[in-house]
């Protein structure tokens, strides 16, 4: 069960200056256990396992991966077993992420990072299935097909709250811009933010993932690949300024690691006139507050704030 989308007004001088109407859309307070867009992406893809029989699900991420935990949340929440492919080395003692996945039931397994890149392979991928047992295979990030008309829902309730001129939301697989893609049918702009190095190459997995779903390729989009700050794992003051100050402003605490990189973009294309004067600006908060949880672990002596959430 989903709460209604919440939409904040975010004062902000560089929107009020050219008179644009910036809103947050909390997309992280719609589901209590599985906030954001992780929800969102599997709702039609458990529905898909449910109805081919399966009783399991088997993913893949990294260690520190929202995807991870929130297929071992719906797996607890709708009685599926949870299987966790993890990138890399075994974990001794688990760090926070894994260690909640696994209460929540999920199986782990390590592959190196040289078979982990094999993961598409079918023939790789069946005999890991012949060692698992038979499962539901949900892809890294959770970007298929399935993923986009749980997204594209998104678009649906945000338009019967309010019109609006641009949607933005930070992008790791794709998926979820994708999804907000086909529900705008091509019509209002949509802004995504690489969260990751050198993310050109979400590009073509966008528009692949589109095509599948509604064979069209859309022209109303644009990728920011400007705001990455090092990639998923790199830690940065500025961006921690960032989202300390944003917090402080505003109330609203963003993850180190996608929706800071989104609000710091916006901000900073809103500064550069980016967006129409007089516009209304939507930007996504998708969850990943649980990744504050081994950022901390990983960055402790490289920072002296942390939310007090963690």
Known sequence: MTAPLLLQELAEPAAQRRGIRL??????????????????KLKYNLLAARAEGYNSLLTFGGAY?????????????HSFRTIGVVRGELHSPLNPTLARATADGMALRYLDRNSYRRKHEPDFLAALL???????????GGSNALALPGCAELVTELAAQTSFDALCVACGTGGTLAG?????GGKQQTVGVAALKGGDFLKADINT???????????????????????????SPELMAFIRQFQERHGILLDPIYTSKLLFGVLDLLEQDY??????VVAVHTG?????????????????????LY
């Not at 809103?23 to 969102?40: C, I, Q, S, T, V």
């Not at 012949?130 to 890294?140: D, K, Q, S």
């Open 23 to 40: 809103l947050l859309l909390r997309d992280d307070l719609a589901h209590p256990e599985l906030p954001g867009n992780k929800w969102r």
């Open 65 to 77: 991966s929202n995807h991870l935990t929130a297929v071992a949340a719906a797996g607890r929440l």
């Open 130 to 140: 012949r060692e698992t047992g038979p499962a539901y295979v949900v892809p890294e």
């Open 180 to 184: 907000l893609l086909t529900g705008l």
């Open 209 to 235: 993932l589109t095509q599948a779903a509604t064979g069209t390729t859309y022209t109303n989009w644009s990728l920011q690949t400007d705001y990455h700050f090092g990639g998923y794992a790199s830690f």
């Open 275 to 280: 967006f129409a004067e007089g516009s209304t």
């Open 288 to 308: 990943g507050l649980q990744g504050w949880q081994g950022f901390r672990q990983r960055f402790a002596a490289r920072s002296t704030w942390w939310p007090d």
